[in-house]
């Protein structure tokens, strides 16, 4: 049953500097302009980075081609942009993620539906500072999370949500899944008949008790 009246996203996020001031966020709907603007302002710095699971990702491409995968499979993506205040007032982007809404809920004991975060990506702090004004850069790494719980739970999938874990992530990216407070489905554990992909131990989950933790914990921010 879907949540009522809806949860909100989150207009709030902790500072990267300091994580006890909040800095004001928005969520829209991503668009092809949003995309390429994304492409051309983070894409050159992420690329250079090598820790980041999302280094050689090109948004404009990964947008309309997840519209097409998941038209073919009877299913839609939502894609976001995270923007946040600058300097001037003005919000810019400093967030992205494609979900895919009605997928196979990963633990297999619990049958349902859920939303999948294919992709998420948040700026690099440094661009945002230097070239966006930006001094007080938001932490989006659970309010990423949040989104597409909120969209989950708004659905009617009771907050469940999946993911998969980039490799080029390493053990920091399962790192801070696992500190978020998601499970993780332990390598050759079963998935659900429609997921293809083979497990290979980077697969997480929250289910409908832990989907209501994470959300509650934005709430006072919504």
């Not at 928005?26 to 050159?44: E, S």
């Not at 196979?104 to 975060?117: A, E, G, M, R, V």
């Not at 990216?173 to 659900?192: H, I, R």
């Amino acid at each position: 049953m879907a949540s009522s009246p809806p949860r909100r996203f989150a207009r709030r996020a902790p500072s990267k500097v300091n994580p006890d001031r909040f800095v004001d966020i928005r969520v829209t709907d991503m668009t092809a302009g949003d995309a390429l603007w994304w492409d051309r302002k983070f894409g050159p710095h992420h690329a250079r980075d090598r820790k980041r699971a999302d280094r050689f990702w090109a948004w404009s491409v990964l947008l309309p081609m997840c519209h097409l995968v998941q038209l073919a499979k009877r299913r839609f993506c939502r894609p976001l942009v995270i923007w946040t205040r600058a300097d001037n007032r003005r919000f810019v982007r400093a967030g992205m993620s494609i979900l895919i809404d009605d997928y196979p809920h990963l633990d297999i004991t619990d049958p349902s539906q859920s939303n999948f975060l294919w992709f998420i990506s948040a700026g690099d702090s440094a661009v945002l500072t230097k070239e966006l004004e930006v001094s007080d850069p938001p932490s989006l790494g659970r309010v990423l999370l949040d989104c597409a719980v909120v969209l989950s739970e708004n659905s009617g999938f009771g907050g469940r949500i999946g993911l998969h874990a980039a490799r080029q992530g390493g053990q920091r990216l399962l790192d801070f899944y696992v500190k978020c407070g998601l499970a993780n489905l332990s390598q050759g554990t079963d998935l659900p008949p429609l997921v293809t992909r083979k497990n290979d131990g980077r697969f997480f989950y929250a289910g409908v008790s832990a989907a209501a933790r994470l959300a509650a914990l934005l709430d006072p921010d919504r």
